[in-house]
């Protein structure tokens, strides 16, 4: 006999500080310098297996990209046609396992991050992706460990999520995982969205083929190691990274091919829903697709506004972790009679910035992740120079010689739809576009439909009506709304993060909502008084 167990609710993990003279600076400092001086040959995992290809790719610093301290071996197509017959083994016994025992191998995970695997995923995450302490420590160990914990407790409420019952009937509302597998494909920026993006389906009783970004190999592979060390069955997450073109093709011609779980930019979204609707026909279940894409997120100050605020949301809305966050501030815009004193603060602020490489943590701003990324912010930032639609108020510097450095950078633009106030740019770039007081109403209109995106975005006023004005008029243009703070830094359990239109299917990483993507109910109706006869009372004469 089993008992009805209940998790621990839980709480957030709270976020360390690193100052100098501390015991986790000091523990962080020795876990750079020991991954820095090792060089880690990293295989796929497959069925538990380590599987080494030979064809290799380097696990750079972004900051200092001579120096690898790593490399991967890629699969092929021989590679994920075994990783899916190994999660296809594993899926039954997984599926069968009871939820206290899916459960704990999270919640131990999470321990063990929040204790002995603390350092060295911060490590590892500031090393490859170019993060200060605070920011790998939000990301890989926080956020991680509360997809982990939160996971599980939203897990437990749907169990606990039953239909109604009657005097004669029980109706029990049963949850497992799809049938097949599920793909998930994990962009660079969040070294815990990869985790995420594996665990959760997992979680659910389903299992997974992961394909981590190129760019956070090293740090995704140690998520694996971790998993195993807490418990996780062999097979039951199979770690292949590699060509992401010729691996998404040989998944999605897998006919238990059953659910995409993706984070990444828009059009590799877009491209590969059009390629699963292709294939269609060929799958034995219609394909879940979840998917959290770009965003263009906005500020937008009414003359009330406390500028102090809203100068201190703009620099680190626009420019923390180089401004390589789907919620980044990216676009602004501000009254014509507060723009003097807006502009004063805020280049003053931005030049206090100093960014380097990522060991000296005097630094707020780091290397943005690769030479793609960093060409692709130069190109916006020249054309905006030589634009006679914009002009650049600050920053603009863009160095490679050592590291992919690109300067915070604030450009005005006189019309508000030049390409750096509408499309996404990832990287330190905020754009200002300055309205005239009296066209509050139209410039939040133009707010509203200037961009094809609809992630976050951040309103500041004092006057609570006009707070009102402002969030009705942007109900949808965000799917994370702040009022008076920053766009970004959503929290696990308090803002379930995701957006619309372009910026994806706006399921809520870390939620209730997400986990029922990878669900499948069936509901068992018991009949305690099953009828004797086949006539109806109103057939009586
Ligand atoms: P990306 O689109 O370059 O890559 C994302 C993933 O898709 C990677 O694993 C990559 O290898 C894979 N990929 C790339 N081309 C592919 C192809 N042709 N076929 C199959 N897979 C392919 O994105 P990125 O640079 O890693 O991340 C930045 C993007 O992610 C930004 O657009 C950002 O807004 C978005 N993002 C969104 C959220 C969110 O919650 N909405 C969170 C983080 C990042």
Redo the contacts with the bound molecule.
């Keep these: 006999m089993n008992g009805i167990y209940q998790v621990r609710k839980p709480k957030n993990e709270p976020v360390r500080t690193y100052e100098a003279g501390s015991l986790d600076r000091h523990l962080l400092e020795e876990a750079l310098e020991e991954l820095k001086n090792d060089f880690l040959d990293i295989p796929l995992i497959i069925g538990g297996k380590e599987i080494r290809t030979g064809s290799t790719k380097a696990c750079i610093l972004p900051h200092d990209h001579q120096t690898s301290i790593g490399h991967y071996h890629q699969a092929g197509q021989e590679e994920v046609a075994m990783a899916i017959e190994a999660a296809l083994e594993a899926k039954a016994s997984w599926e069968k396992m009871p939820f206290q025992h899916k459960a704990s191998i999270f919640l131990k995970a999470a321990e063990l991050l929040s204790t002995t695997w603390r350092y060295k995923m911060n490590a590892a995450t500031m090393l490859v992706q170019s993060k200060n302490p605070h920011q790998a420590e939000i990301d890989v160990v926080c956020e991680l460990i509360d997809f982990f914990k939160f996971n599980v407790h939203f897990m437990e409420n749907i169990l606990r999520d039953q239909a109604l019952s009657t005097k004669e009937t029980w109706n029990r509302v049963e949850y497992t995982g799809l049938d097949g597998f599920i793909y998930a494909?994990?962009?660079?920026?969040?070294t815990s969205?990869g985790g995420n993006l594996a665990c959760a389906p997992a979680l659910c009783g389903n299992v997974v083929l992961w394909?981590?970004?190129?760019?956070a190999v090293y740090s995704n592979y140690m998520i694996m190691k971790l998993l195993e060390e807490a418990g996780m069955p062999k097979g039951v997450i199979n770690f292949v990274p590699g060509p992401?073109?010729s691996?998404?093709d040989a998944v999605l011609d897998h006919p238990e091919f059953s659910g995409f779980h993706?984070?990444?930019?828009?059009?590799?979204f877009s491209?590969?829903w059009l390629e699963i609707a292709k294939k269609l026909p060929t799958y034995r279940s219609y394909p879940r697709i979840v998917g959290?894409?770009?965003?263009k997120n906005f500020v937008f100050a009414h003359h009330s506004a406390d500028i102090d605020t809203l100068v201190v949301a703009l620099v680190r809305g626009a420019f923390e972790y180089q401004g390589?966050?789907?919620?980044a501030a990216a676009r602004t815009y501000i009254p014509e009679s507060i723009w003097p004193q807006v502009k004063d603060k805020l280049l003053k602020m931005t030049s206090q910035l100093t960014y380097g490489p990522i060991d000296d943590f005097k630094h707020f701003v780091n290397a943005v992740?690769d030479k793609r990324?960093f060409d692709r912010i130069k190109g916006y930032i020249e054309k905006a120079q030589t634009s006679s639609d914009s002009e650049l108020l600050f920053g603009g510097s863009c160095d490679d010689k050592v590291g992919y450095f690109v300067e915070p950078t604030i450009i005005q633009s006189f019309t508000p739809d030049s390409a750096t106030m509408v499309q996404?740019i990832?990287g330190p770039v905020l754009t200002v576009y300055v309205y005239k007081d009296e066209d509050f109403i139209q410039t939040l209109n133009l707010c509203e439909s200037s961009s094809p995106y609809a992630?976050t975005g951040a309103i500041f006023a004092k006057d609570r009506d006009v707070l009102l004005t402002m969030e009705n008029h942007l109900k949808k243009a965000a799917g994370n709304l702040y009022i008076n703070d920053k766009p970004t830094g959503a929290v696990v359990g308090q803002q379930p993060?995701?957006?619309s239109r372009a910026?994806?299917t706006n399921d809520k990483?870390g939620s209730k909502q997400n986990l029922m993507r990878w669900i499948n109910t069936r509901v068992v109706k018991e009949n305690f008084s099953s009828p004797t006869t086949y006539e109806y009372p109103f057939m009586s004469e």
């Excluded at 390589?324 to 919620?327: H, L, N």
């Design positions: 494909v994990s962009p660079f920026n969040f969205i394909k981590p970004a190129s760019t992401s073109q691996i998404t993706y984070t990444g930019s828009t059009s590799v491209n590969i959290e894409t770009g965003g390589q966050k789907c919620s992740i990324s996404e990832f992630l993060f995701g957006g910026s994806g990483a």
